[in-house]
């Protein structure tokens, strides 16, 4: 934010500073993230080690959801070392970041995926639920290839055999392919929270049942929550204001500002329908998992604008704001549960 104050958004020095510190950034995070040891800090990080041990040692892949993950696994096991393993899946994860910033935001791609990397969920996906993060960065991947369809599909391939999550995204950004008027997804996005108010019980019933063909999805819906988890139940307020960023931000530039751009319409419609189904499904146990499935969207929907369309007199100072409010609150939320 302080650098905003110091040099326009175009001059030639700013648009050295933030390739040099954003390549610095992506290079080093791969690294970093993906060399961690290997111990219980880490939750699920333990858990896959456990599975590539089995592999490399010749194991079979049993019952497993998510049955192709598994085979890259069992293949990556073959060849490389977990340490090695674990930062092939950071790239897998990190790199569509940057990829759908570069396409979408030219020189300026640096501010999308600053905005990516202090997101709440971003080190939990990077470390924790692994295979769910690399999906989604997956979708986000295919995304920026929106303009060739046979290459975006095949991304999206890729995405539903590392976690059958990605279903959702994916069905809800072909929506918006044959109906895309923001009006009507804000509509329905308001909507749900009624919705979840009154009848919570019935739609985490209701979606517990499809599962999205996963068993274990339906258990995070309706499993009791272990004590010390992360995973607070009830009406998270909280969580929904954290959702709620992004909703004002689309409302705020397409009707006060009158931001027209077909592609970011697709975006932020993506973005509410996913986060719809989650408030839908909020009380829940476990329910921050079905918040990832939109959340992961949050920052290239709140910083497009920004980036395509000049607003404000000073907007250099404005991104630099927003970008540092943006930050606050997975800062605020860490004080909060975590120390």
């Known amino acids: ?51 590539y041990i089995k592999y490399s040692l010749g194991g ?119 109906y895309n008027d923001p009006k009507i997804f804000f509509k329905g996005w308001l909507a749900c929270i009624p919705l979840s108010l009154t009848m919570g019980a019935v739609w985490i019933t209701l979606f517990a049942s499809l599962g999205f063909g996963d068993d274990r999805l339906s258990g995070y819906l309706t499993s009791e929550a272990e004590e010390g988890t992360f995973s607070s139940t009830g009406f998270r307020w909280d969580f929904l204001f954290h959702s709620a960023f992004a909703v004002f931000s689309g409302w705020y530039f397409i009707y006060k500002k009158q931001f027209h751009d077909e592609f970011y319409f697709r975006l932020l419609n993506t973005y509410l329908i996913c986060n719809g189904f989650w408030i839908l499904v909020i009380k829940a146990n476990f329910s921050n998992r079905f ?27 404005m991104i630099g704001k927003v970008v540092f409010a943006y930050f606050m609150f997975t800062y605020l939320m860490y004080l909060v549960f975590y120390v």
């Open 1 to 51: 934010m302080l650098h905003t104050y110091v040099l326009k958004l175009d001059d030639s020095k700013n648009i050295i500073f933030i390739n040099v510190v954003g390549y610095t950034l992506l290079i080093s995070l791969i690294i970093y993230l993906g060399m961690r040891p290997i111990n219980g800090i880490f939750g699920d990080t333990v858990n896959y080690n456990k599975a």
């Open 291 to 317: 918040a990832y499935l939109s959340w992961f969207m949050m920052a290239i929907v709140v910083i497009y604008p920004l980036l395509k369309q000049k607003f404000f007199k000073n907007q250099h100072i």
């Open 60 to 178: 079979s892949i049993g019952d497993e959801a998510d049955y192709y993950w598994h085979v890259f696994m069992q293949f990556m096991s073959q060849i490389v070392s977990i340490h090695v393993f674990f930062t092939i899946c950071t790239f897998i994860y990190i790199f569509p970041l940057y990829r759908i910033s570069k396409e979408f935001f030219g020189k300026y791609w640096y501010y999308s995926f600053i905005m990516f990397v202090v997101s709440f969920s971003f080190y939990t996906y990077a470390v924790n639920g692994v295979r769910n993060g690399a999906a989604l960065s997956l979708f986000l991947w295919g995304i920026s290839y929106h303009k060739s369809k046979p290459i975006m599909f095949v991304f999206f391939l890729f995405a539903m055999m590392f976690h059958k999550t990605a279903i959702l995204p994916i069905a809800a950004y072909l929506i918006t392919g044959y």
